[in-house]
């Protein structure tokens, strides 16, 4: 599985996910986006963590910009 996420070093996240993207299951922003089956899964912040464990035993690509949440505007 390709995992991403702002929190490996040296790794240079580029944000990806707009303010346009939404969450699949509530319409909030989403800040996390997992690939399953060849399709694209995006979740808020909240239910990505709630979904996480078994997402990512089937997911093929993680990526992950929670890290932006805490980041000064």
């Not at 991403?4 to 939404?22: F, I, K, Y």
């Not at 399953?36 to 997911?59: D, M, P």
Request: charged share 25%; net charge negative; aromatic share 6%.
């Amino acid at each position: 599985m390709s995992t991403t996420t702002a929190t490996e070093p040296g790794v240079v996240l580029e944000h990806r996910l707009t303010a346009m993207d939404r969450c699949d299951s509530c319409g909030a922003q989403a800040y996390i986006a997992a690939e399953v089956n060849g399709s694209e899964l995006l979740f808020c912040a909240h239910h990505g963590r709630k979904y996480e464990e078994k997402l990512r035993a089937v997911a093929t690509k993680w990526h992950d910009e929670t890290a932006r949440l805490s980041e000064a505007p």
